[in-house]
């Protein structure tokens, strides 16, 4: 799908400005990159496909058609514009496999007509070209998905969710007393008034599928998960000093088990390293932690509902004696972004995870989105600001408080 806009002065960038000639030239001076693409002109509709779908799978940008690569403004003739229009309304509807809206414009510069091509960031990943080979941009350049980065892209749609996995784990490994304790907790009654077996219930909750658990059974309710999936754990470390180098620290702890208590155990890793701070002349009252419990707690309990559980990697806890940083794994998915967070704005990654783990009262978590908007005020009370990182490069979302 294409919506068309011709302009001989001036161009609008993703963030909406208007441009000139002039400006465009600094975009092209300044070299491609994640968000620019330049192409002297495109052979056949299939490469023109492969670009387009490669900025809707990652962050979107633009691609300047009549640009060599080395920068030279090389422009295109008439009836090179009337063909890439062609395959700019096929490609967008037929050779990728789901529709993307683009929009291009034609700017002259120099006597030189460049077709334009802005391309959003796709709200429906992962988008394939002839419904086989899924693009993602790298860097300045692109390349073929492996298939966990697919079914991230997928998992950003909502497509398919991690933790309804199955797993390697069998029944038996599933901790049923402690399920049992829990499902009375959360839903005031007793397994045993059920009419229906227990391993039915598992299915119906998607804690388990085809006489396995799911990712959200075992880590939840697994008897062991640590052992089965050690990477899903959190390491906890108190470095010395501002800066992580060298195995100098003053406390480390590798957190492992069921996911309420992996809460459990961080939270307290933070709280005995962190300060007590008077807010008042009266000393003998007892100090308040220098950062808010309720603050730290709500990000760790949304690193472990929210992470991307298809990254292989723990949750980092990494306390300095200026600051304190909590790591997700994963960027924030599909619209969410470091600002509208702020306003509650929010996405269900593990739904199975949090449909648990937000009806357990040590886990203290509501899932309503007004977590994030909840840390901001409780922060701000403590002249304590708050800082959200969403690093699409290193796949991690980091929040800091400083101390």
Not at 304 to 333: C, M
Request: glycine share 6%; aromatic share 8%; proline share 4%.
């Amino acid at each position: 799908m294409i919506q068309f806009g011709i302009s001989f002065l001036t161009i609008e960038t993703q963030q909406g400005i208007l441009i000139k000639c002039e400006e465009l030239f600094k975009i092209i001076n300044n070299g491609e990159d994640s968000e620019h693409q330049f192409k002297q002109n495109f052979s056949s509709i299939d490469n023109l496909a492969v670009e387009i779908s490669a900025f809707a799978n990652s962050d979107g940008g633009m691609i300047l058609i009549g640009v060599s690569d080395d920068g030279k403004l090389t422009g295109l003739r008439k009836d090179d514009i009337k063909k890439l229009n062609q395959w700019i309304s096929n490609a967008t509807t037929n050779k990728i496999d789901k529709q993307i809206v683009v929009k291009t414009t034609i700017l002259n510069c120099d006597e030189k007509r460049v077709l334009l091509i802005r391309v959003p960031r796709g709200p429906n990943k992962p988008y394939a070209v002839n419904r086989t080979d899924v693009w993602v941009k790298h860097g300045a350049d692109k390349r073929k998905a492996p298939i966990e980065q697919v079914l991230r892209l997928a998992q950003t749609s909502g497509l398919v969710y991690a933790d309804e996995i199955e797993t390697e784990a069998i029944l038996e490994e599933f901790d049923f007393d402690f399920f049992e304790k829990r499902y009375q907790k959360y839903y005031q009654d007793d397994i045993s008034n059920l009419d229906i077996p227990i391993e039915k219930l598992l299915v119906n909750t998607k804690l388990a599928k085809n006489d396995k658990l799911t990712l959200a059974g075992l880590l939840l309710c697994g008897k062991d998960p640590g052992y089965k999936r050690p990477q899903f754990g959190i390491k906890a470390t108190f470095f010395d000093g501002n800066e992580i180098h060298g195995p100098e620290y003053k406390d480390a702890q590798d957190i492992r088990g069921k996911l309420v208590e992996q809460f459990e155990q961080a939270v307290s890793f933070v709280k005995r390293n962190l300060r007590r701070v008077q807010k008042n002349s009266n000393f003998n009252a007892p100090g308040v932690l220098e950062i808010p419990q309720d603050a730290f707690s709500e990000i760790i309990g949304n690193a472990i509902v929210h992470r991307n559980y298809y990254i292989n990697a723990p949750i980092q806890i990494h306390l300095f004696d200026n600051r304190l940083e909590i790591q997700s794994p994963g960027n924030l998915p599909n619209t969410i972004n470091e600002e509208n967070i702020k306003y509650g704005v929010h996405i269900k990654r593990n739904p199975t995870i949090l449909s648990f783990l937000e009806k357990d009262p040590q886990f203290s978590y509501s899932g309503r989105g007004s977590g994030i908007p909840r840390v901001i005020k409780t922060c701000q009370q403590m002249n304590n600001q708050v800082k959200f990182i969403n690093d699409s490069g290193k796949q991690v979302f980091k929040v800091i408080f400083p101390r």
